[in-house]
T-cell receptor, first 114, second 109 residues
Framework: DTEVTQTPKHLVMGMTNKKSLKCEQH?????MYWYKQKAKKPPELMFV???????INESVPSRFSPECPNSSLLNLHLHALQPEDSALYLC?????????????FGQGTRLTVV | DQQVKQNSPSLSVQEGRISILNCDYT??????FLWYKKYPAEGPTFLIS?????DKNEDGRFTVFLNKSAKHLSLHIVPSQPGDSAVYFC????????FGKGTKLTVNP
């Protein structure tokens, strides 16, 4: 199984809502990533988890809250988002950071904040 | 500070010819580099990687060359096929993966 599964595929939320994005992999990877991609731009790194611990936070606003409850799951909790947060959110996993192997990406969650 | 640069936003080639996609980087701490292909509204798909200690890696129609002294790498696709049309991202890898801006490749039949 070489899949990274992201749910939901699409999400529309209001600015006062609380929602969560979910990412799951069963490849035994111990590094997991959240990226944000706006239209016609490259994906931008948000967070890196290594061995279930947050190792990198790219100065992401606190309205985005990551969580890694176990080695297979990565969540992104969303609260009080702004319309400019609308984007494709991509999850990825790989061997431990620096492992010189490919990262597997999920298909993304298309988030629209209204 | 753009650590990985893909200076050509687009490239158009004829089917059967060679496609050469270029990438420059500024961060000497990258341990490896990856190339991904991406269609709109989908996740990136891995193509090929190269360790920073190698200068070439080949996989089928895809070959990546690394010139460490010039901090430059290139992806060669030969022969190019219409199905190769997509956006290609170069990534630098260390404790995090850093994307270039991408190059949109169009292969014309």
């Amino acid at each position: 199984d070489t899949e990274v599964t992201q749910t939901p595929k699409h999400l529309v939320m209001g600015m006062t809502n609380k929602k969560s994005l979910k990412c799951e992999q069963h490849m035994g990877h111990r590094a997991m990533y959240w990226y944000k991609q706006k239209a016609k731009k490259p994906p931008e790194l948000m967070f890196v988890y290594s061995y279930e611990k947050l190792s990198i936070n790219e100065s992401v606003p606190s309205r985005f809250s990551p969580e890694c409850p176990n080695s297979s799951l990565l969540n992104l909790h969303l609260h009080a988002l702004q319309p400019e947060d609308s984007a494709l959110y991509l999850c990825a996993s790989s061997s431990p950071p620096g492992g010189n192997t490919e990262a597997f990406f999920g298909q993304g969650t298309r988030l629209t904040v209204v | 500070d753009q650590q990985v640069k893909q200076n050509s936003p687009s490239l158009s080639v004829q089917e059967g010819r060679i496609s050469i996609l270029n990438c420059d980087y500024t961060n000497s701490m990258f341990d490896y580099f990856l190339w991904y292909k991406k269609y709109p509204a989908e996740g990136p798909t891995f193509l090929i990687s190269i360790s920073s200690i190698k200068d070439k890696n080949e996989d089928g129609r895809f070959t990546v060359f690394l010139n460490k002294s010039a901090k430059h790498l290139s992806l060669h696709i030969v022969p190019s096929q219409p199905g190769d049309s997509a956006v290609y991202f170069c990534l630098g890898g260390s404790e995090k993966l850093v994307f270039g801006k991408g190059t949109k490749l169009t292969v014309n039949p």
